[in-house]
Every structure is written in structure tokens, then in C-alpha cells.
Nanobody, 123 residues
Framework: QVQLVESGGGLVQAGGSLRLSCAASGSIFVINAMGWYRQAPGKQRELVAT???????NYADSVKGRFTISRDNAKNTVCPQMNSLKPEDTAIYYC?????????????????WGPGTQVTVSS
């Protein structure tokens, strides 16, 4: 199967920056897209940013101009650089990968999620 390992969360003051990282490993034939979602207390999980293998990005309106997502296809990692952080960015951030899993004789497509990393922005 496939595992996602996240790192880079923490506590930062408003206006500060954080860089998250997510590395995928396992029976990967190809990763079609990787990205990050977040869930604040009492709210639904929402898109932060995604990046396809072809380089297409998609950002939530709330983070456009502040967050930049990049990906290393050779290392199967995706890293959002988060600048000008605001208290409303406080949430658990989850890495997501859409993967064609390699079973040797065939592949199948599935979404995987990391365990989440806490980002807290103090005012």
C-alpha cells in the first residue's frame, strides 16, 4: 500500500511563515495529484492547495497569494510554503495523494490521507 508522512506543523505568530512537507512511499505506480486540506475545530475539511503531476495547481481563495505549493515528482513529496499566516489558518492540515497503486499485475486508483499535522497561528 501507500503511506504519507507529514512534517512541518507548529505554532507561529500572525504574519509568520511555515513550510509543510509530505512524502509518499509504498507501492506507487504513479501519483496523479498531491495536495493539502485542512480542518478547523467545528468546521468541515476544506481544500488548501493541490498540484497535479502535470503541474496544474488549485488554491483555495483564502490562501491565494499567501501559499505556494511545490512538488518533487522524483521524491514523491509535496510542500506548501505558507506565508503571511493568519489566526484563521489555524487547523489540522492533512496531506492527500491520488495514487495509481502498483500491484505488480495491475494497478488501481485510490486516495490516501496522512494523519494530519497541527498548525496554530497566534494573534
Amino acid at each position: 500500500q501507500v503511506q504519507l508522512v507529514e512534517s512541518g506543523g507548529g505554532l507561529v505568530q500572525a504574519g509568520g511563515s511555515l513550510r509543510l512537507s509530505c512524502a509518499a512511499s509504498g507501492s506507487i505506480f504513479v501519483i496523479n495529484a498531491m495536495g493539502w486540506y485542512r480542518q478547523a475545530p467545528g468546521k468541515q475539511r476544506e481544500l488548501v492547495a493541490t498540484l497535479t503531476s502535470g503541474g496544474t495547481t488549485n488554491y483555495a481563495d483564502s490562501v491565494k497569494g499567501r501559499f505556494t505549493i511545490s512538488r518533487d515528482n522524483a521524491k514523491n513529496t509535496v510542500c506548501p510554503q505558507m506565508n503571511s499566516l493568519k489566526p484563521e489558518d489555524t487547523a489540522i492540515y492533512y496531506c492527500n495523494a491520488n495514487v495509481n497503486v502498483d500491484l505488480g499485475f495491475r494497478t488501481y486508483n485510490r486516495d490516501y490521507w496522512g494523519p494530519g499535522t497541527q498548525v496554530t497561528v497566534s494573534s
